[in-house]
T-cell receptor
Framework: AQSVTQPDIHITVSEGASLELRCNYS??????LFWYVQSPGQGLQLLLK??????LVQGIKGFEAEFKRSQSSFNLRKPSVHWSDAAEYFC?????????????FGPGTSLSVIP | NAGVTQTPKFQVLKTGQSMTLQCAQD?????MSWYRQDPGMGLRLIHY???????DQGEVPNGYNVSRSTTEDFPLRLLSAAPSQTSVYFC??????????FGPGTRLTVL
């Protein structure tokens, strides 16, 4: 069955430090992969996505993610975190059903940033 | 271009009451979805629609109904509210390839 795990429930980093959020998925083929960000009291916003091709994907707000097929991972990275990056981050896996792209979300990782 | 809109933003219900959460999108997307978000569980799919007149159940459909009479609107109905339905509800509109656009959410409390 399709599933997504985000091993870190909560991460705290200092402003200016680097960041890596982990995501592992379970799926029989190469899925679509997404990272979304949710600021407090807001809906989710797409940071980046991977469908095929280059395994290093660039997104908005200076984020990037790398698809590693051998590890079934799609970790999110940012070289220097800003205080405004404090939010909840969700990894998601999608696959094509007969008429719909079914998307499964991970449980989320909450990021706190120390000034 | 408003994207995906949801009303109301907040709602308090008593057990047994019914209500409808409204969702509308102006992007002409065929696919729309309803999710609920609970702490530590991510987003779970309630119902979805692949076009006007076509709906189907997601992961947690019990206690909820949907209909899709137009491309723009996808309301979610709670038939008889229960405390277990206290949650934040998100509507999403999907472009081809799974990328989803989310509304701002409705925070529902059932007493």
């Amino acid at each position: 069955a399709q599933s997504v795990t985000q091993p870190d429930i909560h991460i705290t980093v200092s402003e200016g430090a680097s960041l890596e959020l982990r995501c592992n998925y379970s799926y029989g083929a190469t899925p679509y992969l997404f990272w979304y960000v949710q600021s407090p009291g807001q809906g989710l916003q797409l940071l980046l996505k991977y469908f095929s091709g280059d395994t290093l994907v660039q997104g908005i707000k200076g984020f990037e993610a790398e698809f590693k097929r051998s590890q079934s991972s799609f970790n999110l990275r940012k070289p220097s975190v800003h205080w405004s990056d404090a939010a909840e981050y969700f990894c998601a896996v999608g696959k094509r059903e007969t008429s719909y792209d079914k998307v499964i979300f991970g449980p989320g990782t909450s990021l706190s940033v120390i000034p | 271009n408003a994207g995906v809109t949801q009303t109301p933003k907040f709602q308090v219900l008593k057990t047994g009451q019914s209500m409808t959460l409204q969702c509308a999108q102006d992007m002409n997307h065929e696919y729309m979805s309803w999710y609920r978000q609970d702490p530590g569980m991510g987003l779970r799919l309630i119902h979805y629609s692949v076009g006007a007149g076509i709906t189907d159940q997601g992961e947690v459909p019990n206690g909820y109904n949907v209909s899709r009479s137009t491309t723009e609107d996808f309301p979610l109905r709670l038939l008889s509210a229960a405390p277990s339905q206290t949650s934040v509800y998100f509507c999403a509109s999907t472009r081809g390839g799974g990328e989803q656009f989310f509304g701002p959410g409705t925070r529902l409390t059932v007493l």
